[in-house]
């Protein structure tokens, strides 16, 4: 099958199967009408929710609906991302005043899930979550401060293969609602941490994975 496409008001380019170009006037040809077509409105970008409550809440995380993402540069040329299915803990949000702000949470290290049964044997293994030994990690932070579009900034403790470390995370809220007779609310919570800092540094030497690693926490309070 053939290919048409007007390039004047009288020649037609023709591609053919086999990917050669062929050239025919056609006297009479008339120009073709030119469709004006609107502009399409841009796709909105993610943009915060604001909260609508304004005094303090506790929340439980919703281990079901909640869960840990990661990312990491392989090969110095893709990030490759995987997650924790594992989450819980509970917080305290004030958006009023995010100094009143606490959070702690534990991740399952044993419940990584890239999609791969190999590799998340392997992420389990003493080469990198040694998941035996170090069965979860933990972040908790107490205090906090305005980062802009409600997300508050705190520093806490993250602790891995035993090893604590101050880190900074943005809390960015992500909504509120309504589930099974109780109230929700979102946050997400992104830290980002060299992890040889915590002895883990399997293959950053040859340069197939990367140091840095993002992690993307996804939490669904239930309002206590």
């Known amino acids: 099958m053939k290919i048409a ?16 170009f062929g050239v025919m006037t056609l006297a009479n040809a008339q120009p073709a009408a030119v469709e004006t077509v609107a502009p399409q409105a841009p796709v909105p970008t993610y943009v915060p929710a604001s909260l609508t409550r ?21 090969a110095g040329a893709a990030p490759f991302y995987g997650m924790f299915t594992g989450l819980s803990g509970d917080m ?14 534990e991740i399952d290290t044993t419940k990584v899930a ?18 035996r030994q170090f069965p979860t990690a933990t972040f908790s932070a107490t205090g906090g401060k305005a980062a802009g579009n409600g997300a508050i900034e705190v520093e806490g403790e993250l602790t891995m293969l035993g090893t604590t470390k101050t880190v900074t995370a943005t809390m960015t ?7 099974r007779n109780s109230t929700r609310a979102g946050f997400e919570p992104t830290l980002t941490f060299d992890r040889s800092d915590f002895g883990m540094t399997a293959y ?9 690693i993002q992690l993307i926490v996804f939490i669904e309070g239930i309002e206590q």
Do not use: C, K
């Not at 305290?92 to 949470?105: E, F, G, K, L, Y």
């Not at 809220?173 to 589930?179: A, I, L, R, V």
């Open 5 to 20: 496409t007007l390039l004047s008001a009288g020649s037609l380019v023709a591609v053919g199967a086999a990917g050669a």
């Open 54 to 74: 304004t005094s303090a809440a506790n929340y439980s995380v919703d281990g079901v609906h909640s869960g840990v993402g990661f990312r990491i540069m392989h």
């Open 92 to 105: 305290t949000i004030d958006p009023s005043n995010p100094s009143a702000t606490r959070i702690n949470v």
């Open 114 to 131: 890239t999609g791969n049964d190999n590799r998340d044997d392997h992420l389990r293994s003493a080469d990198f979550f040694n998941a």
């Open 173 to 179: 809220p992500t909504g509120e609602g309504q589930f």
């Open 204 to 212: 950053i030497d040859q340069g197939t994975l990367g140091d840095e």
